[in-house]
């Protein structure tokens, strides 16, 4: 089934391009079925990349779904112009008073700032006890999930000594957990960033579950008792060039970043790079919106009741 998206947004064409099946709204509506109804705060600076990424794995299920874009109001975007922003995002404030059976909050370049410094702090505050009411379930991408699990858990973030760039292998810790159903036993994900959650604090909170993990990485799939709320902490929905895009960009920044670990063959930043963690990113979405959001949210999604810590 397909994800509906607005005619115009520039992620439409790239999907058609890879055969994957979009609605555009007037036929949507004429369809005698409820649309699971998802809201994604996109706090990405690269937010177009960022839209096709997420829709391309939200697309791979046979649910059809409504996908609303979220922006921070109290934030102005420098990378993406201010005409997408306005015909394809709706601001916090025109939602508050609307119920969604999903909501994404993925990462954003600002992990090295304490949380309370972004500018965007208090209204995310004000999104995350929101959400308590009115989303069914939540799933966290990388900072996003570093604040979820410090606003909504207490647990902090620390610095690393340098950044963790590459494509690590995970392992799973809880084989029979609905979010990992289908998982090989190892599989590969990306991550970037400069910060963690050390797996000690993830353990000790007795509402929180750790589902998979990294020796290199550390943790890595996190979830609530509760199933309203998933964390994770790497990046599966970036594209085989995104590692890439971002060690180029540092290079000619004079940064002189490490070359990502595990992503170009030989180590050798000349040679084009694979996508080895499609599969994982399919299955994680597919199962977070089956398990997580269809099966469990109510059919009138104005019943949605406070979300359990």
């Known amino acids: ?24 709204e007037g036929r949507a509506k004429s369809q ?3 649309p699971l109804r998802i809201a994604i705060l996109n706090l990405m600076p690269t937010k177009i990349v960022t839209e096709t990424q997420l829709l391309r794995l939200l697309s791979n299920t046979p649910l059809q779904l409504e996908i609303t874009f979220l922006q921070m109001e109290s934030h102005t975007s420098k990378n993406t112009s201010e005409e997408h922003l306005l015909q394809f995002y709706q601001r916090f404030s025109q939602v508050k008073d609307c119920k969604f059976d999903g909501l994404i909050i993925t990462g954003a370049p600002v992990e090295q700032m304490k949380f309370e410094e972004v500018d965007y702090w208090d209204e995310l505050c004000e999104l995350f006890e929101w959400a308590r009411k009115n989303v069914h379930s939540n799933l966290y991408i990388c900072w996003g999930a570093q604040a979820g699990l410090y606003y909504r858990y207490g647990i902090e973030k620390r610095n690393l000594k340098k950044k963790l760039s590459g494509v690590y292998s995970h392992s ?31 353990l000790a909170n007795e509402k929180l579950e750790l589902l998979s993990a990294s020796e290199e990485a550390g943790a890595f799939i996190i979830a609530s008792k ?3 709320n998933v964390f994770v902490t790497g990046h599966v929905e970036y594209d085989a060039d995104t590692l890439s895009t971002e060690y180029f960009r540092d290079v000619n920044k004079g940064i002189d970043p490490e070359i990502p670990e595990n992503y170009f063959p030989d180590d050798d930043p000349t040679k084009e790079p694979k996508n080895r963690w499609r599969s994982a990113a399919h299955l994680l979405f597919s199962n977070w919106l089956n398990y ?8 009138d999604i104005t019943t949605i009741e406070e979300a359990a810590k």
Not at 174 to 196: I, M, N, Q, V
Not at 293 to 299: A, I
């Open 172 to 202: 799973i810790l809880s084989p029979s957990h609905e979010l990992l159903r289908g998982f090989d036993e190892e599989f590969l994900a990306p991550h970037s960033r400069y910060t963690t959650v050390d797996i000690a604090d993830v």
């Open 32 to 34: 005698d079925i409820r």
């Open 292 to 299: 997580f959001v269809y099966q469990q949210t109510p059919y």
């Open 226 to 228: 509760s199933r309203r």
């Open 1 to 24: 089934m397909p994800v509906t998206i607005p005619q115009k947004l520039p992620a439409r064409r790239v999907l058609e391009e890879e055969n994957i099946f979009v609605m555009d």
